[in-house]
């Protein structure tokens, strides 16, 4: 009788603890700000213009078993914007452009993580930029994930991921623009926006990744 109560009880722990695993919650990532980045690409008469956005945090909430079940929350400030030209920032953070006085930054928020061949995945979710939030695609890959250390320093488990989309600034209320005497405009109306993220297992004891501080 006791050796039965017994197996009972090792049984029910051991389909608990099952129970568990499968459905443990994704493992959160920070963003390291220092070393990720959100760069985009607009037409600009017939050649293509790139500018990034250097401050980015976030949280990658990762699950390698359900990569359904992972999450992504980014926010960036939108005065981090850079161009390599000073006249021209200062002309994309005012009220022509991103109006970044009256909003600071532009987040992504996923709703669903739909899995795809190998590494690669697509995310879907809202990106709310200049107080405007419309649904996206993001087509993401997971570039490497695991445990790394430098001169037998470990330095925790690191993740790397990239994704791009391509949005309509219209749709955003970012509406400025030039004629050209020849018909046709200044700047288009479609852009490229490429991600890079490199991101660490979040550890209490190991503290938050460092913030960006421009590149």
Known sequence: MMQLRLTTIASGL????????????????????????????????FGKVPGRFNDLNGTILYDDKNLASSKVDVTIQTKSI????????????????????????????????????????????????????????????????????????????????????LVNRKDYNILWNKTLDQGGTLLGDEVNIHVAVEAAKQDASMGKPPAAKGK
């Open 14 to 45: 051991a389909l608990a603890i099952s129970a568990g695993a499968a459905f443990a919650e994704p493992v959160p990532y920070l963003i390291d700000g220092v070393h990720s980045q959100a760069e985009f690409t607009i037409r600009h008469f």
């Open 82 to 165: 850079f161009t390599n030209n000073e006249r021209r920032d200062n002309h994309l953070r005012s009220r022509d452009f991103f109006f970044a006085d009256s909003f600071p930054t532009i987040t992504f928020k996923s709703t669903k993580v739909i899995p795809g061949e190998g590494s690669k995945f697509k995310v879907e979710g809202d990106l709310t930029m200049r107080g405007v939030t419309k649904p996206v695609v993001l087509d993401a890959e997971l570039l490497g994930v695991g445990a790394v250390g430098i001169g037998g320093q470990a330095m925790g488990m690191r993740a790397g991921f990239e994704a791009t989309t």
